[in-house]
């Protein structure tokens, strides 16, 4: 079983950063799962945000391009991924999960494995 758990959330003005960890934990094998993060805002679905792969390969949603930034720390049975936000926008405001997604050739499918979420709130 993987766990997964968020930390780093919070409220900032519009144009303000925050920085997301996930502890990955369960698995001899976590440095083999890609990482990625999702949000759902206030009355709508949840969307993906950005995702690592195991080998660092990176991908993100096209509006959190040259803002956001997916990195990780492997280690052998714990596994840290990072989302740098910079110049969150109130439209992002959300709960961020964390979730050991599946890589496809177009966007990043929700895995079975979520983290609880941290709540970013950015107001105007």
């Known amino acids: 079983q993987v766990q997964l758990v968020e930390s780093g959330g919070g409220s900032v003005q519009a144009g303000g950063s925050l920085r997301l960890s996930c502890a990955a934990s369960?698995?001899?094998?976590?440095?083999?799962?890609?990482l990625g993060w999702f949000r759902q805002a206030p009355g709508k679905e949840r969307e993906f945000v950005a995702a690592?792969?195991?080998?660092?390969?990176?991908?993100?949603v096209d509006s959190v391009k040259g803002r956001f930034t997916i990195s990780r720390d492997n280690a052998k049975n714990k596994v840290t991924a990072y989302l740098q936000m910079n110049r969150l926008q109130p439209e992002e405001t959300g709960v961020y999960f964390c979730?050991?997604?599946?890589?496809?050739?177009?966007?990043?499918?929700?895995?079975?494995?979520w983290g609880r979420g941290t709540q970013v709130t950015v107001s105007s």
């Open positions: 369960g698995r001899t094998f976590l440095n083999s799962y890609a």
């Open positions: 690592i792969q195991w080998n660092s390969g990176t991908s993100y």
């Open positions: 979730n050991a997604p599946v890589i496809t050739s177009r966007q990043p499918k929700p895995g079975a494995h």
